[in-house]
């Protein structure tokens, strides 16, 4: 069949403009396939995972006064203490009251909250439990203002109305605002890299600035598994509150899902290498529920905190990446450390020597080596004075961590005026917040006693002990008997089974184990990883190894892996004394201790 020329021509003019198309709307990588559709929204293609759309949207917050940034201690209910509040700002009293009333709301606290306000509009939350007693009351400082951030200032809400592309960027521009201009850019980079989405704002009015970027896909909450995370309050049950940067240990949001993981990642190179605070932090993030979806949402900078507030002329930038990966959330989180903060396993001894010479120098302090007692240690009551949160206490956990320390350095100086002393403390008292004289109560430790006569320790690690002194110690078998087993909990099981070599106390114990793998995986909230390790050495069973491993990647996300750590030298403790961390300012401003001084230390130059 033959075509007329003209017909020809125009059909592969018609193909060509297609191609033309289709190449101007979408950007490719080995790794991600983004469209721009008609919306300048843009849809993400990855492998192994369902497409995501992601929205051209960003929320500036605006405040024309001070927006009172603040900590939030004691309303801990609401949102955790490394959240922000801000003063100045609150939730009118009846949608605060309709919005804590919601089951969503309930459900997350697992208790019921009302606010009121006295005629000075003082505020008072209170909180009972479903049987209406009274389980806390706050009022005052912490019970002004509010911890969500897009409560804080003025909201407006930007969509993208134009988009061009340029190479590997697509550019968005979004409507005129008489305060601000606003101009943001998603980036693919070549390889495997993940796309970032950066942003400007220029302010024409001066105030105090935030820019959310809101415009990260959102996932089903029923469907959002539980990821160990600093954003996720209470084990995925706070939302809607700001965490800042100097508690991001790995800055990211991650939401993972049966069928993959999203998580929304700050650029390395937005976290200067120092020692962040909330006075200096540059950015937050925020889990977000709203509607039954899970968001995440980055903020930069944080309204009221270090760079926020701008004069006419001054800009502000910020970028983000946006990670899609399949599978685990472990392998995420280790792509996510490795690549985008170049964790990696350094091994350089070099600067402050090694970490068996931190080891023994820790044991130094502890043993009073020096002979100044910087430690605290008191020989009568066998342990070191809690004077950091309230002098005259004295609050030991686990004597086998003492014990371990002297087996591990074959330390028998250590085994004898530390180990063994603290050992006698838990077997001798019954509650470990020991309180042998009348001291000050400045109300940070909250229960004390002076009760003697039988331990503190629970039956499991009664159980480690009699152990650890291979048996020959009848008094510490008798102490785990009178502690008690409980039927409730694999590790009491497994802790009677090693006692008695009862094979019902095993089988028991894997019933309970198999149940709690049912409800939830560990996710390293302590040191409950070694819990699954022990029960798999009993056992021989995989999945309680794979509990272990689960819960042992959850303990990693407890470790600072930011800022990123640069290939250079460093000089630290500049002009010979040592920085006071913020935690020490809490204590001087909040419980009456003397205001914090630094400690002198010569100035070094060292690896980063």
Known sequence: MSFPRCTLLARLALFLIGIGSVTATTLE???????????????????????????PEFTVMVSDRDPGYHVNHQNYPVAPRTAVRWTDYEEDLESLNRRLATPAEREARRNHAVVTADAKGGRTWTYRDDSGTVLLRVSGAFARGTTRPLLAGQRQTLRATASTREGRTLRWSFPSHPGFALTAELTLPDGEGDPRISHRLVATSPGWYSVAFTGAPGQDAARVMTVPQECAGRSLRQFNHLVPEPFLRLPRVHLATAEGNSALVVDAAEMPFRIPTRANARFGLMLANEGGRCQPVAFAPILGGAESRLAPGD???FSVHYVVRPGDWKDTYRDIAQRHYGFRDQRDHSGSGSLNQALEATLDFLADRNGENRALWHDEQKYYDYWTDNSGIFKPFSPLFGLSAALVTDDEAFYWTRALPQVEFALSRAQNTF????????????ARNRELGRSYLGAAQLVHLHGFFQGRTPLIAAAAREAGFSASRFTDLLARHE????????DQARRVADAELRRRLPTGEGDDYLDWLELHLATGDPRYLDAAREGAYGLTTTINLSPATPDTQVTIDRGGRVPVHEHSHGRHRLWGFLPPKPVSSPEQTVPA
């Open 29 to 55: 990588n080995a790794r991600y396939r983004l469209v721009v559709q008609d919306d300048h929204s843009v849809t993400l293609h990855v492998s192994g995972v369902p497409a995501q759309s992601l929205q």
């Open 315 to 317: 800009v502000r930038t």
């Open 435 to 446: 309180a042998p004289y009348e001291v000050e109560h400045n109300g940070q430790v909250k």
């Open 499 to 506: 006692l008695t070599g009862s094979t019902t106390d095993l």
